[in-house]
């Protein structure tokens, strides 16, 4: 099957693979921090910006990646999948997304790995950039921090979506054909967020269906306060990750111009003879026509860099991205943390640390600072006051002040001791006086009740 | 009208074979406070997935290709989050675009009813007297029709629900985009500016240009940029 594959196009195609499958999980974790993410655009490729796309690499999260790949690629029934959850402060937990990266048997063998694979790969990671911000778990995690932390899982191997529940839903990413396979991104997540008791990670059926509405339904902007997600040096991160990757994994930054096949002519582009026009199916003609390599080694290699992952992590020049002090450090500081302003005691860890791992902050000394200004605020934490079955937060005031200015009404006059003992008085004497004025009108009363029957 | 090439009007493709233009058509109902966002989160995510790194083209036929960084964008008055590219140029750009055509909608008249498109073309060089062609690949237009609420509930459920819809015309998009359909194919040193706008310094979109309709009360189009109309690309 790969006989048509030429040996340096093979050994191309699994890095782009493999550094894909690796972009891929950081994309998605990214999107689940609950904070804006920023990269800046760099005109000059530096050789480690694999697909030409500024994404960072969380050393962690590169780490749990390659542990669950154990050095083999997304193949035909091995599939790479990141399970994203949700966990309370209770310890319940709730599966609300699998992203799947896999393989699958339909070939192109006419597919030009160095060039339209690699392109396709990096429209795709764009596409995934897109995707993530509108599946409802992005929202849900946006707003993680007291309540509730959002976690991931890394898995290879067969796809296990029954940990969605009923009725889930599939959103496909994209797909990019290889010569040895298609490669499909995809995501399958849960619409219904009745809650689980799942804290082995078993599948088992809730014991209580309750909905939690206000994980879903709370109003944006949130009238309770946001808390940064703060990074909370912990149980996980006793060890260092290696920031530092195989010298060797250069990505792609050169590619080869062929002039255009109607310009055939002599001296063109430093003597680059003109392509021969070659069968190419559809519309992709004149895409892989253009950039037909013409010998193995068509691309220069970029000066290997020493680190793939100490790439400055700068925000745009306006600032327009939140915290661009914090942001200017060279690895990220802030992660998904826990439980602000609990005390570490009450912290409930992971059930299963090789299974899941909180979002953590990189190894960085001013994650504990900023753990640090967390935990000095005060014990009670002011909250808006919330109406029962009020809907409307952005007019709290209509229920609430009503609420507000209704509960203690004034007193009643007449229950008032002092002026209540004399009314009382006033009354018991005029009693006879009424007594006979009634006994008069008896017919009368006698006649309107007769005219109700 | 916005857009790179400005410099040199484009003449009308000539008469020949058909136009073979890939046309996506969106609708989206919203306030008159959410045009502004919506129409940039359609046109920045397009954008997204049309703009490369800058190129450099070197010796020996070969050429490197810069970064595309990106970030977040929350909107103010939609419940909604998208990703674009990081170039305040390209930014600018849009904003203009969108701003002009915002101003226009709510100068039209009470219908609020107009749509924005954007063309991606390639230029193709012709030989004195003849100008430039201007021969669009993909269009992508977007049917905005304005509503007007009575109370803030009714916003603050506006707000969720125009959300919700621009999810699923990122979606859309996401799905056209990966079909991986026609592009332009990856042109030489001297052709580069016939595909791609050069002239921002941090990325390189292909070829756009922005354009907008007003529809008046009778129902018919006013034209308020371009003469030329396609309308054929503009039916589904």
Same mark, same amino acid.
């Given at each position: 099957?790969?006989?048509?594959?030429?040996?340096?196009?093979?050994?191309?195609?699994?890095?782009?693979?493999?550094?894909?499958?690796?972009?891929?999980?950081?994309?998605?974790?990214?999107?689940?921090?609950?904070?804006?993410?920023?990269?800046?655009?760099?005109?000059?490729?530096?050789?480690?910006?694999?697909?030409?796309?500024?994404?960072?690499?969380?050393?962690?999260?590169?780490?749990?990646?390659?542990?669950?790949?154990?050095?083999?690629?997304?193949?035909?029934?091995?599939?790479?999948?990141?399970?994203?959850?949700?966990?309370?402060?209770?310890?319940?937990?709730?599966?609300?997304?699998?992203?799947?990266?896999?393989?699958?048997?339909?070939?192109?063998?006419?597919?030009?790995?160095?060039?339209?694979?690699?392109?396709?790969?990096?429209?795709?990671?764009?596409?995934?950039?897109?995707?993530?911000?509108?599946?409802?778990?992005?929202?849900?995690?946006?707003?993680?921090?007291?309540?509730?932390?959002?976690?991931?899982?890394?898995?290879?191997?067969?796809?296990?979506?029954?940990?969605?529940?009923?009725?889930?839903?599939?959103?496909?990413?994209?797909?990019?054909?290889?010569?040895?396979?298609?490669?499909?991104?995809?995501?399958?997540?849960?619409?219904?967020?009745?809650?689980?008791?799942?804290?082995?990670?078993?599948?088992?059926?809730?014991?209580?269906?309750?909905?939690?509405?206000?994980?879903?339904?709370?109003?944006?902007?949130?009238?309770?306060?946001?808390?940064?997600?703060?990074?909370?040096?912990?149980?996980?991160?006793?060890?260092?990750?290696?920031?530092?990757?195989?010298?060797?994994?250069?990505?792609?930054?050169?590619?080869?111009?062929?002039?255009?096949?109607?310009?055939?002519?002599?001296?063109?582009?430093?003597?680059?003879?003109?392509?021969?026009?070659?069968?190419?199916?559809?519309?992709?003609?004149?895409?892989?026509?253009?950039?037909?390599?013409?010998?193995?080694?068509?691309?220069?290699?970029?000066?290997?860099?020493?680190?793939?992952?100490?790439?400055?992590?700068?925000?745009?020049?306006?600032?327009?991205?939140?915290?661009?002090?914090?942001?200017?450090?060279?690895?990220?500081?802030?992660?998904?943390?826990?439980?602000?302003?609990?005390?570490?005691?009450?912290?409930?860890?992971?059930?299963?640390?090789?299974?899941?791992?909180?979002?953590?902050?990189?190894?960085?000394?001013?994650?504990?600072?900023?753990?640090?200004?967390?935990?000095?605020?005060?014990?009670?934490?002011?909250?808006?006051?919330?109406?029962?079955?009020?809907?409307?937060?952005?007019?709290?005031?209509?229920?609430?002040?009503?609420?507000?200015?209704?509960?203690?009404?004034?007193?009643?006059?007449?229950?008032?001791?002092?002026?209540?003992?004399?009314?009382?008085?006033?009354?018991?004497?005029?009693?006879?006086?009424?007594?006979?004025?009634?006994?008069?009108?008896?017919?009368?009363?006698?006649?309107?009740?007769?005219?109700?029957? | 009208?916005?857009?790179?090439?400005?410099?040199?009007?484009?003449?009308?493709?000539?008469?020949?074979?058909?136009?073979?233009?890939?046309?996506?058509?969106?609708?989206?109902?919203?306030?008159?406070?959410?045009?502004?966002?919506?129409?940039?989160?359609?046109?920045?995510?397009?954008?997204?997935?049309?703009?490369?790194?800058?190129?450099?083209?070197?010796?020996?036929?070969?050429?490197?290709?810069?970064?595309?960084?990106?970030?977040?964008?929350?909107?103010?008055?939609?419940?909604?989050?998208?990703?674009?590219? /990081?170039?305040?140029?390209?930014?600018?750009? $849009?904003? @203009?675009?969108?701003?002009?055509?915002? +101003?226009? &909608?709510?100068? *039209?008249?009470?219908?609020?009813?107009?749509?924005?498109?954007?063309?991606?073309?390639?230029?193709?060089?012709?030989?004195?007297?003849?100008?430039?062609?201007?021969?669009?690949?993909?269009?992508?237009?977007?049917?905005?029709?304005?509503?007007?609420?009575?109370?803030?509930?009714?916003?603050?459920?506006?707000?969720?629900?125009?959300?919700?819809?621009?999810?699923?015309?990122?979606?859309?998009?996401?799905?056209?985009?990966?079909?991986?359909?026609?592009?332009?194919?990856?042109?030489?040193?001297?052709?580069?500016?016939?595909?791609?706008?050069? /002239?921002?310094?941090?990325?390189?979109?292909? $070829?756009? @240009?922005?354009?907008?309709?007003?529809? +008046?009360? &009778?129902?018919? *189009?006013?034209?308020?940029?371009?003469?030329?109309?396609?309308?054929?690309?503009?039916?589904?």
């Amino acid at each position: 099957m790969d006989t048509d594959l030429s040996s340096q196009d093979r050994k191309d195609l699994d890095k782009f693979i493999k550094f894909f499958a690796l972009k891929t999980v950081q994309v998605i974790v990214q999107a689940r921090l609950g904070e804006k993410i920023c990269t800046r655009s760099s005109s000059s490729p530096t050789g480690s910006d694999w697909f030409n796309l500024a994404i960072k690499d969380i050393p962690e999260v590169t780490h749990e990646a390659k542990k669950a790949l154990a050095g083999q690629l997304p193949a035909v029934g091995r599939s790479m999948c990141v399970e994203i959850s949700l966990k309370t402060s209770e310890g319940d937990s709730m599966e609300l997304e699998i992203w799947c990266l896999e393989m699958n048997e339909k070939c192109d063998k006419e597919i030009k790995v160095s060039y339209t694979v690699y392109n396709r790969l990096s429209l795709l990671l764009k596409s995934l950039l897109a995707i993530t911000r509108v599946t409802p778990a992005y929202r849900l995690s946006r707003k993680q921090g007291h309540e509730y932390v959002i976690l991931y899982r890394i898995y290879f191997g067969e796809v296990q979506l029954s940990g969605l529940g009923e009725g889930f839903q599939t959103v496909r990413v994209g797909t990019v054909g290889t010569p040895v396979g298609t490669i499909t991104l995809s995501c399958a997540y849960r619409i219904n967020l009745a809650f689980m008791s799942n804290r082995q990670f078993e599948r088992t059926p809730p014991i209580m269906g309750i909905i939690i509405d206000h994980f879903v339904d709370r109003p944006y902007p949130s009238s309770s306060p946001m808390h940064p997600c703060n990074y909370r040096a912990g149980e996980d991160n006793g060890a260092v990750y290696p920031s530092v990757e195989d010298s060797q994994e250069v990505c792609t930054t050169s590619f080869s111009t062929s002039p255009p096949s109607q310009l055939i002519g002599p001296g063109k582009e430093g003597g680059v003879p003109p392509v021969p026009s070659q069968p190419a199916h559809g519309t992709q003609a004149d895409q892989e026509r253009m950039c037909t390599p013409l010998d193995g080694g068509h691309y220069s290699a970029a000066t290997p860099s020493s680190s793939e992952d100490t790439e400055t992590v700068s925000n745009s020049s306006e600032g327009k991205c939140g915290s661009p002090h914090d942001l200017l450090e060279t690895i990220f500081i802030r992660k998904v943390g826990a439980f602000v302003n609990k005390p570490i005691n009450q912290v409930n860890p992971p059930d299963s640390p090789e299974t899941a791992s909180p979002l953590q902050g990189s190894l960085h000394s001013e994650g504990s600072s900023g753990s640090s200004t967390g935990n000095t605020h005060d014990d009670f934490v002011m909250i808006d006051f919330k109406p029962a079955f009020s809907k409307d937060d952005i007019l709290p005031m209509d229920l609430g002040t009503f609420y507000r200015e209704f509960q203690n009404p004034p007193q009643l006059s007449s229950l008032s001791i002092d002026i209540g003992a004399q009314s009382m008085a006033e009354d018991l004497d005029s009693l006879p006086e009424k007594l006979a004025v009634h006994e008069k009108n008896v017919k009368e009363f006698d006649a309107f009740v007769e005219t109700l029957q | 009208m916005v857009g790179p090439g400005r410099s040199r009007c484009c003449a009308p493709p000539r008469a020949g074979p058909a136009m073979n233009c890939r046309a996506e058509v969106l609708e989206v109902s919203v306030e008159a406070r959410q045009v502004e966002e919506a129409m940039l989160a359609v046109l920045h995510t397009v954008l997204l997935h049309r703009s490369t790194g800058k190129f450099h083209y070197k010796k020996e036929g070969t050429y490197s290709i810069g970064t595309v960084g990106t970030q977040d964008v929350d909107c103010d008055f939609i419940d909604f989050a998208y990703v674009r590219v /990081s170039s305040e140029e390209l930014d600018r750009a $849009l904003r @203009k675009a969108v701003g002009e055509f915002k +101003d226009a &909608l709510r100068s *039209s008249g009470s219908d609020g009813m107009g749509q924005i498109s954007l063309e991606f073309y390639q230029k193709k060089k012709s030989r004195w007297p003849f100008s430039d062609e201007c021969i669009p690949w993909e269009l992508w237009t977007i049917k905005v029709n304005v509503v007007n609420l009575a109370n803030e509930q009714e916003r603050q459920i506006c707000r969720e629900k125009v959300g919700e819809k621009l999810c699923e015309k990122i979606i859309n998009i996401v799905e056209v985009m990966n079909r991986h359909e026609y592009l332009p194919k990856m042109p030489t040193q001297s052709e580069v500016d016939n595909v791609f706008d050069t /002239s921002l310094k941090d990325v390189q979109p292909y $070829l756009y @240009k922005i354009s907008y309709q007003i529809t +008046d009360t &009778l129902g018919t *189009s006013v034209t308020t940029t371009m003469r030329r109309l396609i309308k054929d690309t503009l039916a589904l």
